[in-house]
């Protein structure tokens, strides 16, 4: 289902137990070939050095698929809020709709750092074409001095543009601080539902 994951189970030297890393699916549920991952290196973290150290041919296994960070149908608008590789499980939901041709009214606001963070955005303008409802912000917390989009973080971008939860449904993935915050935001707006993805404190 769109939004989410599977788990790899990497050995750990010197320890008996394995290390579990989940990755949420970034690719749509109709991909059945394949599954796409979105991974950011972490140095001396078991799964980046046990994903990064894979090469073509290399066997592997996981479990999965799992979560119940879903996209489900409904009537209401979506706000998909992420940070970083929080885009994963959204990017698969956007697919999903775009399939089933969807009419949501559809916002992502998708923090990253700077100009080298920077992808998907030539795939976010295909999906805008293949979904009327669709818009997108990129906004950049740490651009260079060239960079002539947003700039600064996701929160006060939800602060400005969604003024009302009335008919809304929420995701947010990524980091724990922009949970929260985003969070706080819809809360001091009313009642909807929100969905949550923490990766990382």
């Known amino acids: 289902l769109p939004g989410q994951f599977v788990s790899f189970e990497i050995e750990r030297p010197g320890s008996r137990m394995p290390a579990t890393r989940p990755y949420s699916i970034a690719s749509s549920p109709t ?6 991952l979105v991974l950011n290196y972490v140095k ?21 698929p799992t979560g119940t960070f879903i996209l489900r149908d409904g009537p209401r608008d979506l706000l998909f809020v992420a940070t970083g590789t929080g ?7 956007l697919w999903s709709l775009a399939e089933s041709s969807s009419t949501r009214t559809i916002t992502l606001f998708w923090g990253l750092r700077s100009e080298p963070d ?6 976010l303008n295909c999906l805008r074409e293949r979904l009327p409802g669709f818009s997108f912000v990129t906004t950049l917390s740490q651009p260079a001095n060239e960079w002539q989009g947003t700039s600064g973080y ?13 008919n809304l449904e ?4 990524g980091n ?26």
């Open 44 to 64: 001396g973290g078991p799964g980046s050095e046990y994903l990064f150290g894979l090469r073509e041919g290399d066997r592997t296994s996981f479990k999965g």
């Open 118 to 123: 920077l992808y998907y955005q030539d795939e």
């Open 170 to 173: 929420a995701f947010l993935c």
């Open 87 to 93: 885009i994963a499980p959204i990017r698969s939901m």
């Open 154 to 166: 996701v929160t006060p971008l939800v602060e400005r543009h969604v003024t009302s939860v009335a």
């Open 176 to 201: 724990g601080g922009m949970i929260r915050d985003v969070r706080d935001v819809l809360r001091s707006r009313g009642l909807c539902p929100i969905r949550v993805e923490q990766y990382y404190r």
């Open 31 to 36: 991909k059945r070939d394949a599954v796409d």
